[in-house]
């Protein structure tokens, strides 16, 4: 019989979108970071750590938490936030479970998100929307 490896959270997806707030009427630009790897039971939620410098934005995955409600539902584990003013050039890093960061560079300008250069790792895929399509948030 083989040995059974450790299951473990997986590979994470960021995905960066420009969004109108639809209160403030405000340009957004929307990160949600999520796992790789659905869930059967419950579509937890990833907690986060977030630190926003000038130029630079990073995002510490500290681990899982169940999900506020009670009913069970299948899906990835999630984290959104929001930014106000995001324009120019930004290096994003986010830390892993394991610490390892992935670093990259994106430029933010009110027509597109358009990655600059590609996570330093492999444990992370980032999607954005390259015709700046803006959605409205509520």
């Known amino acids: 019989m083989t ?3 450790k299951a473990r959270l997986g590979d994470f997806r960021l995905s960066i979108s420009r969004q109108i707030d639809e209160r403030t009427a405000k340009p957004l ?6 796992t790789s790897q659905s869930f ?3 579509r ?3 907690t986060v750590e977030v630190n926003q410098n000038a130029r630079a934005i990073s995002f510490r995955i500290l681990g899982l938490k169940t999900p506020g409600l009670n009913l069970p539902s299948a ?3 999630r984290y959104v936030r929001s930014f106000e003013n995001l324009k120019g050039t930004y290096d994003i890093t986010v830390y892993g479970l394991d610490g390892r960061p992935s670093v990259f560079s994106v430029r933010i300008t009110a027509r597109a998100i358009e990655v600059l ?4 790792t ?4 980032v ?12």
């Open 40 to 42: 059967a039971a419950f």
């Open 127 to 138: 999607v954005t929307d390259p015709s700046g399509g803006m959605t409205a948030i509520d």
């Open 117 to 120: 250069k590609p996570p330093s």
């Open 44 to 46: 937890y939620d990833l």
């Open 3 to 5: 040995p059974r490896t």
């Open 29 to 34: 630009v929307l990160f949600v970071l999520e």
């Open 122 to 125: 492999g444990q992370l895929e």
């Open 75 to 77: 899906g990835r584990a």
